[in-house]
Each structure stands twice: as C-alpha cells, then as structure tokens.
C-alpha cells in the first residue's frame, strides 16, 4: 500500500510537471526574454553604436520611432569628392540625405536601403522587436546546446508589415535558467538559393539596463540541411565561422 501511494504521488507530479510545461507558450518565453533584457526600457530611449564603418542612431518612444545610418561615401563620381550620407527609417519611410540635402532614391532602391537599415537595428537589440504586430512565434522542441537547456521559438513574418524579407525564417534558443536568448539562426533568400546563418552570443553587457551582445556568425557548410539542425552542427563544431557582428561604442539615453 505504501509503495502504491508513492507510485500515486509521482504520476500526480509528473501529470503537474508536464502541465505546467506545456502552458510555457512562445509568446510568454520572448515576454520574458524581452523583459530580462531591459526591453520595458526601449519603448523610451535614443541609442548611438558604430558597426563596422557606419554609424547609427536609434530614436524610441511609444510607437514612433526614427532609425539612422551615417557613413561616408563617394555618391556622386563627377564631382570625385566624398560625400555624408545619412539614411533615415522613421514611422513615414525612407529618405537618404547625402551632404545634409534630401536626395531623390527610386523605390526599389529605397526599399534595399531601408530594409538594411533596419536590419542592423533589429539585431541590435533583439530580443526587442519580436513583439511586433507582424511576427510570428512558435514553440518547438527543447534543445541542448554545450550543455545547456534551450526553449526553442520559431519566427516567422507576415507578409503585411513584415519587410522586404518578410519570407525569413528565424528561430531562437532562451536560456532555461536565465531566460536570455544565447543563440540564433535563420534562412533568407539568396540569388543562388537559400542562405542559413547561426549566431552565438558573446560579450553581454548592460547599458543604463539595456543588455547588448556581440555575435559570431556561422554558416554551414551544406546550404540545404535544415535550419533546426544546425545546433547539432555547432555541438560538432561542424560550423565556419564567416564573421564577427561587434557593436561599439555603445551609448543609451
């Protein structure tokens, strides 16, 4: 009888433990990985970086936002001089000043601009933004990675207000002791194909309670392998390393 109670007592927990597991929804682990993150402060902030040879300016506040690219370049080459140009993604779209006058852009190019633009941004302080009216998230299954336990969210985008890569895929490994998103990986599309990118996370830091990481990037060697599967491939060490994404001089307002 003694035994059948224990018996009894250890179904019941086991019955509770995959309950409670199975009510840890995507959108509750990004809240969380947002909120760990510092992402109650981004709705009201103004952030300045430098990557690679460009400078960027990020405005927030409650809804309206106003992103900027700052580098130099020869643009217009009769006049053989270079040129500042400042590329700005606000609530009312894409403008490119160069030498501080608005320059005319044709829409196709505008819309390569401006999704660049905002590219560096969104990487910038993921994982804030995951919270958008066009982003999808689903939970799949949970993973190792080095030792740890990861939850594991998939993104995708609609098509409406989704961007010019709305068609990327991305997924998302959060930390199951810490709730800090620790990898990344995603497909986009490619003029050969489909290209996958695996990004593990180095240099945390926080700033005014904001927490900023850099990156190396990875790539598999095989285009066509699955996008779930290139964890396993890091466990292996079976991934290229392509780049490092530095953010410097990191300031917040």
């Known amino acids: 009888m003694k035994y059948l109670v224990i018996i009894t007592l250890s179904f019941l927990l086991l019955n509770c433990k995959s309950d409670a597991s199975e009510t840890v929804t995507a959108q509750s682990l990004i809240d969380k990985a947002i909120q760990v993150s510092g992402g109650d402060l981004m709705d009201s902030t103004t952030i300045h970086f430098d990557f690679r040879d460009k400078h960027y300016m990020a405005f927030r506040n409650k ?5 900027e690219r700052q580098f130099k370049a020869l643009i217009f080459e009769e006049v053989d001089s270079i040129n500042e140009v400042k590329d700005v993604l606000n609530n009312k779209g894409f403008m490119r000043f160069v030498d501080n006058s608005p320059m005319n852009v044709t829409d196709t190019m505008a819309a390569k601009y401006a ?3 905002n590219s560096v941004h969104y990487f910038s302080v993921l994982p804030y933004g995951l919270n958008d009216a066009a982003v999808n998230k689903k939970r799949l299954a949970d993973m190792m990675i080095k030792d740890h336990e990861y939850f594991t969210i998939q993104v ?3 098509q409406d207000g989704g961007g010019e890569d709305f068609e990327d895929v991305f997924i998302y490994w959060i930390n199951k002791a810490s709730y800090k998103v620790d990898y990344l990986a995603y497909s986009y599309n490619e003029s050969d194909g489909l290209g996958l990118r695996f990004r593990e996370v180095y240099n945390e830091r926080y700033i005014k309670g904001i927490r ?4 190396n990037n990875y790539k598999p060697n095989d285009a066509s392998i699955s996008l779930i599967k290139l964890p396993e491939l890091f466990n292996n060490n ?7 994404i530095e953010l410097e001089e990191v300031t917040v307002n």
């Open 63 to 67: 809804g309206v936002f106003h992103l």
């Open 238 to 244: 079976q991934l290229k390393l392509l780049s490092k």
């Open 115 to 117: 999704a660049s633009v």
């Open 156 to 158: 995708t985008f609609n």
């Open 212 to 215: 900023f990481v850099d990156y």
